[in-house]
């Protein structure tokens, strides 16, 4: 079946626009993650979503950062006021059933979209 | 609190070379035990995973043991192929919660 996708794959912009960048989760996932890639780093975590509440929102660098999931499938996260430290590969993951089924859940991972703030 | 660390790359190897890329944890309780693979262009793909101490995973000729006493997991092939190139992360997680390392990244030479 078709995995987590993501668009745009790739968006530049410049200092101080607002950017949306969006994940479409595995069908059927009730968890989905964002998480942000700098070069030569591992995936940092962002926000967690169980349905379509953000159960975890504690890896949010600041309030420029906003995600949402009104129907619980799709989601879409916002930087406004981007900077250029905000420069980075972000990346969705979706789960069967995350952190409220009392097991290990595997992540699934989309390709990314890599956001360049000139 | 719970983190990854994973052995500094570039790694560079010849075909058919036996690959070890090593990883420790530190964590505050029993987190399961993740290698995730990164191709050129693609997104990250789970390799294999260990959920309790000493369970081994495998997959595609890779094998990573959980051991609780050293706090590792180290990723070992016996002959890599040149499409094994990519990039290597080891990640743990505990309630679903995941830390990733900084990541490995391996060329195979023909």
């Known amino acids: 079946g078709a995995g987590v996708s993501q668009t745009p794959s790739n968006k530049v912009t410049e200092k101080g626009k607002y950017v949306e960048l969006r994940c479409d989760p595995i069908?059927?996932?009730?968890?989905l993650y964002w998480y942000r890639q700098s070069l030569g780093q591992g995936p940092e975590f962002l926000i967690y979503?169980?349905?379509?509440?953000?159960?975890?929102d504690s890896g949010l660098p600041n309030d420029r950062f906003f995600a949402v999931r009104p129907e619980g499938s799709v989601s879409t996260l916002k930087i406004q006021r981007t900077e250029r430290g905000d420069s980075a590969v972000y990346l969705c993951?979706?789960?069967?059933?995350?952190?409220?089924?009392?097991?290990?859940?595997?992540?699934?991972f989309g390709p990314g979209t890599r956001l360049t703030v000139l | 609190g719970n983190s990854v660390t994973q052995m500094e790359g570039p790694v560079t190897l010849s075909e058919e070379a036996f690959l070890t890329i090593n990883c420790t944890y530190t964590?505050?309780?029993?987190?399961?035990l993740f290698w995730y693979v990164q191709y050129p262009g693609e997104g990250l793909q789970l390799l294999l995973k260990?959920?309790?101490?000493?369970d081994k995973g495998s997959n595609k000729g890779f094998e990573a043991t959980y051991r609780k006493e050293t706090t590792s997991f180290h990723l070992e092939k016996g002959s890599v192929q040149v499409s094994d190139s990519a990039v290597y992360f080891c990640?743990?997680?505990?309630?679903?919660?995941?830390?990733f390392g900084t990541g490995t990244s391996l060329t195979v030479i023909p």
């Open positions: 993951a979706s789960s069967p059933a995350g952190r409220a089924s009392g097991r290990t859940d595997t992540q699934y």
């Open positions: 069908s059927g996932h009730t968890a």
């Open positions: 979503f169980q349905g379509t509440g953000a159960a975890d």
């Open positions: 964590a505050t309780g029993y987190p399961s």
């Open positions: 260990a959920t309790k101490a000493d």
């Open positions: 990640a743990l997680s505990e309630d679903n919660q995941f830390y």
